[in-house]
């Protein structure tokens, strides 16, 4: 009997009435193809858009039979005469029927049936994928024997080569996995995570921007995950499965690794395991492992145009100016906002977080009347008086600075976020600016700015609900409110002026403290250049100060005659707060005025060829400056070694401003700059080195006021007036802020630039921003608490702490209170006229002594120089008191420990004598930088207190005791036998 192959071969004489017979039997295949399919269940099987039916795709199945022919590199017509054969032998019926089909587009389906006519169904119909996208079913499917492996490609199939057993077996539940999860028939793991950094797959957990969610809330998601696992990774091993996934979790966030950089170190790690757990097996399912991490994000729309808030079913604009049409898909944006009440009550689940809000009743102060912490300034100490809101009554209130500035993403594109911290103050200041004790209210992201009315309208009510209500939270088993107000806040002056709804830094009454109005200054004899300046007024160089109520007074006028009142454009979000003062409340951040401001102003007219000409200009000594500041070895805390001017003077971060403005700049410039502008900027130094200090005295401010005045009141004189800005007038209100909100350090935006880099690194492509920073928060959050659980003496613990708690230094043993000892110990002898020190010191003849190199005092390393690994810093140069009772400087020669010699069980509880060998050095006879004459008499009493010439290194060396060292000094020094000793203002603030 002739097959209906050889029936077309035979009577097809032209390539049209060829084309018709193909078509013909095409159909047949159709035909077959539903024959077959009857037989089997109906959810098996499902109707594609074109009418035909196509079997659902299971993890275990196969195309083809395992000794079907390889049909890779044959052409179509090849294939067709295969498959069609395929079909006579399999008996089916022939059906007639015209159709406009090509013959490649039925290819996928003829694929599908084997030599014998049947389909290869499954029969595990939970694991069936996603057919909701019929496109994607109808790729050809892979055709390969059962022990080859490829890998697909545009151009076709390229073989990868062959893997045995177990590793066969693990490559294969990769592959499959990705195919389930992708929807594509032939989509391979990388091309899941190919270019995306993981964190961008962890949208299906959170799943914040499903549009099928409520206007304004997603749900958390529902799927199942993979069950917790405290069983060994394999047997006989003391790591538990679910401490080994948390460690890769903390692995790939703190190392930025890409989704396929986490997939590849699955597999790698699953190789070496015996029994693998599902967890390990791709990215998909080690995600799930955490998909416990809900989430409870809001999105609030607006309008892309007015950027008026909007429903999300809105049709038009309710802005009456505005009345755009909303139906289009660019015409309405949204921004991301983060309850504050969910996050405070994952912070209070964290174990010791109670605890630490009570720093505040438990500090122990310098000075009981000094400036230390926002505790001591005026807008906290008159909410902690006895029955405040925030006083030792109600021991778990809290309060908030808040911070907001723009952060842009991409260099290509105006793209930037804006987030908007929230900083709590009764967290000791090493803990409250750590990333994640920040809690993030929202973010505003695009290419404009946002609208503060918009942006800040969920913070003002999540406040307000706070402030009269508080939110219940969980403390040592039971149950307590918490309310949580706004009284501090910080940012440079474009997001100030946001958020205060006032005019910009060159606009009049810009300055939010007072009612100085300023005035136009020319910067060219054309009058064609301008800046907005503020001379200094001798009789009232603060100007009148503003007061709260007469700021909402101007803004409600502002809204009458809609034009800005007193600099005031019209109601901020931060007047309808309870606790804020609108005036008070908001600091001048000291990061961007004076340093970024200021100083950097200072370095462009010292070193800048634009002012080469210019009589203050310092610029033909540039490479003497960049020569010393070469020599200079900072101490450890100072994470940037000096930079030279010449060169990368533009790029300077304001860490590195700090550094040059305390420490390095008045020793370098001492025998460079003219006695008058030495003098002059000298005042501007000191003055901040008093408002820095970890204790500020009433005398302090007293002192940095007198020497800012003058420095402002010099400046145009010496530099001229156009330099007057908004930042220069600030330095005069300065010490107000200290009295209002405690020393600089304290409201400066240094934490949160750290935590806007830290929000970068999130970022790991362009696509889908705000789920990608938004799923990563919410693991960063969750994470202290899901760490507490692995043991910190485990070896996992400590793997745990390099990674995640990035400690610098391993802490060996300790020595005495507060005294640590870091690396190990040795032995050395003593030269006779040392050893008979410490017999003076102690009364006793050491009987065993042991050395280090570096130790931990009062939270400050300090090396020894007999420390030689670290050759770039110098971090032994020490203040310290003698056996005289004297204040000296010296360079530590090294540590030492007597040991005694007993019978304890470790820990050893006998006491133990700790002494240090300090290298005396000789202060120089000149007490301070500044020269007092008749010519440049020193009118203000500058002392430069903090900095001290040195003369020479002695031979003395002084045996103290450890705790006879002060603290940890800087020392500059530039290779010319000059020395200078520098003294830090605080030990809180860090780089």
Same mark, same amino acid.
């Given at each position: ?101 090509? *013959? =490649? %587009? +039925? ?12 389909? &290869?169904?499954? /029969?595990?119909? #939970? ?65 899941? *995570? =190919? %270019? +995306? ?12 921007? &499903?549009?099928? /969610?409520?206007? #304004? ?65 791709? *990215? ?708």
């Amino acid at each position: 009997m002739m097959s209906s192959q050889e029936a077309i071969q035979d009577n097809c004489s032209s390539d049209e009435e060829s084309n018709n017979a193909t078509r013909l039997d095409i159909q047949i295949g159709r035909e077959a193809a539903k024959d077959v399919c009857l037989q089997i269940k109906p959810q098996e099987v499902y109707i594609n858009t074109r009418g035909h039916v196509r079997p659902r795709f299971y993890k275990k199945r196969k195309y083809m039979d395992n000794n079907a022919p390889n049909l890779r590199g044959t052409t179509n017509s090849e294939k067709c005469d295969h498959q069609l054969s395929g079909l006579s032998a399999a008996n089916c019926d022939t059906h007639a029927g015209d159709t406009d089909l090509f *013959v =490649n %587009e +039925e290819i996928c389906e003829l694929q599908r049936i084997n030599e014998r006519g049947i389909i &290869d169904v499954p /029969s595990h119909p #939970e694991s069936v994928r996603n057919v909701e996208n019929p496109k994607s079913q109808e790729k050809t499917p892979s055709l390969s024997s059962q022990n080859d492996c490829y890998s697909d490609t545009e151009e076709g199939m390229q073989d990868i080569g062959t893997f045995d057993g177990p590793a066969q077996e693990l490559f294969d539940s990769q592959r499959d996995e990705a195919e389930i999860e992708s929807g594509e028939d032939e989509m391979t793991t990388s091309d899941i *995570v =190919n %270019e +995306e950094k993981w964190f961008d797959l962890l949208k299906d957990l959170t799943n914040v921007m &499903d549009d099928s /969610s409520s206007d #304004e809330q997603s749900e958390p998601h529902s799927d199942s995950r993979i069950p917790a696992c405290d069983t060994p990774i394999y047997s006989g091993h003391s790591l538990t499965i679910q401490h080994s996934l948390l460690l890769i979790l903390v692995y790939s966030i703190t190392h930025s690794i890409t989704g396929m950089q986490l997939n590849d170190l699955l597999t790698l790690i699953s190789l070496h395991l015996l029994e693998v757990h599902p967890a390990y097996k791709s *990215v998909t399912r080690f995600k799930r492992y955490f998909a416990n991490l809900d989430s409870t994000f809001k999105k609030h729309y607006y309008c892309s145009r007015c950027l008026i808030s909007v429903q999300k079913d809105a049709e038009v604009c309710p802005n009456v100016a505005c009345s755009k049409a909303l139906t289009s898909k660019s015409a309405k944006s949204f921004f991301i906002e983060l309850p504050i009440d969910e996050q405070i009550k994952k912070l209070f689940l964290r174990s010791g977080f109670s605890s630490l809000l009570q720093h505040k009743f438990r500090r122990e102060k310098k000075r009981n009347e000094n400036y230390e912490d926002i505790y001591d300034g005026h807008i906290y100490r008159n909410l902690s008086r006895a029955g405040g809101p925030l006083s030792s009554k109600f021991p778990y209130n809290i309060s908030f600075t808040w911070n907001t500035d723009g952060v842009p993403v991409f260099k290509s594109s105006k793209f930037s976020i804006w987030p908007m911290y929230l900083m709590i103050n009764e967290l000791p200041f090493k803990h409250r600016k750590m990333k994640e004790n920040l809690i993030l209210s929202g973010i505003w992201f695009g290419d404009t700015k946002p609208l503060i009315t918009t942006f800040a309208s969920p913070l003002l009510e999540n406040m307000k609900v706070l402030e009269e209500k508080g939110v219940e939270v969980c403390v040592n088993d039971s149950t307590v409110t918490c309310h949580a107000y706004l009284i501090c806040g910080t940012a440079d002056l474009p997001a100030k002026s946001m958020a205060l709804n006032c005019v910009q830094f060159n606009g009049s009454y810009s300055c939010t403290k007072c009612l100085q109005k300023g005035e136009t200054v020319f910067t060219r004899n054309d009058r064609r250049g301008h800046v907005h300046a503020y001379p200094y007024q001798k009789e009232n160089p603060l100007g009148k100060v503003r007061d709260s109520v007469d700021c909402y007074t101007s803004a409600c006028e502002a809204i009458q005659s809609r034009k800005p009142v007193n600099g005031i454009k019209g109601p901020s979000f931060l007047m309808k707060l309870k606790f804020y003062d609108y005036v008070r409340s908001t600091s001048i951040d000291y990061m961007h005025c004076v340093l970024l401001g200021v100083t950097k102003l200072l370095l462009s007219l010292w070193f800048s060829v634009a002012h080469s000409s210019e009589h203050f200009s310092v610029m033909k000594f540039v490479d003497l400056v960049d020569e010393r500041l070469k020599h200079v070895k900072p101490t450890y805390n100072i994470t940037r070694l000096p930079r030279s001017i010449s060169d990368h003077m533009k790029y300077w971060k304001a860490s590195e401003l700090r550094s040059w403005l305390i420490y390095y700049s008045l020793p370098i410039l001492a025998d460079i700059m003219s006695e008058y502008y030495f003098y002059h900027y000298s005042t501007f130094v000191e003055a901040i080195w008093y408002l820095s200090q970890d204790s500020i005295s009433e005398l302090d401010l007293q002192r940095s006021q007198r020497l800012l005045n003058y420095f402002v009141f010099m400046f145009e004189a010496l530099y001229g007036s156009r330099y007057m800005t908004l930042n220069m007038h600030s330095l005069l209100h300065l010490p107000s802020c200290v009295k209002d909100l405690g020393p600089l350090w304290v409201h400066s935006c240094f934490p949160f630039e750290d935590a806007n880099g830290e929000l970068l690194k999130l970022f790991h492509g362009t696509q889908c921003v705000e789920i990608q920073i938004v799923s990563a928060l919410n693991i960063l959050q969750i994470l202290p608490s899901l760490t507490e659980e692995i043991p910190n003496e485990s070896r996992a613990g400590s793997v745990l702490k390099q990674m995640y708690k990035k400690e610098r230094f391993r802490l060996t043993q300790q020595l005495d209170d507060d005294v640590f000892a870091l690396g190990k110990g040795y032995s050395k002898t003593l030269i006779p006229s040392q050893f008979t020190e410490v017999v003076k010191l102690v009364g006793k003849i050491p009987s065993n002594l042991v050395y280090f190199n570096r130790v931990k005092l009062h939270n400050q390393i300090l090396y020894s120089k007999d420390y030689k690994k670290v050759q770039a810093r110098n971090s032994y140069t020490v203040k310290y008191t003698s056996k005289d009772n004297l204040v000296h400087f010296g360079h530590v020669d090294c540590f030492a420990v007597d040991f005694p010699l007993c019978l304890c069980d470790a820990p050893c509880k006998c006491s133990k004598i700790t002494l240090a060998f300090i290298n005396r050095l000789r202060e120089s006879s000149r007490k301070s930088l500044v020269i007092d004459s008749v010519k440049n008499p020193n009118c203000v009493d500058v002392s430069l207190r903090h900095i001290h010439e040195i003369e020479d290194v002695t031979n003395v060396v002084d045996v103290v005791y450890i705790q006879n060292v002060l603290s940890l000094c800087m020392e500059v020094s530039f290779g010319e036998k000059r020395l200078y000793v520098c003294e830090f203002p605080n030990f809180v603030e860090s780089d």
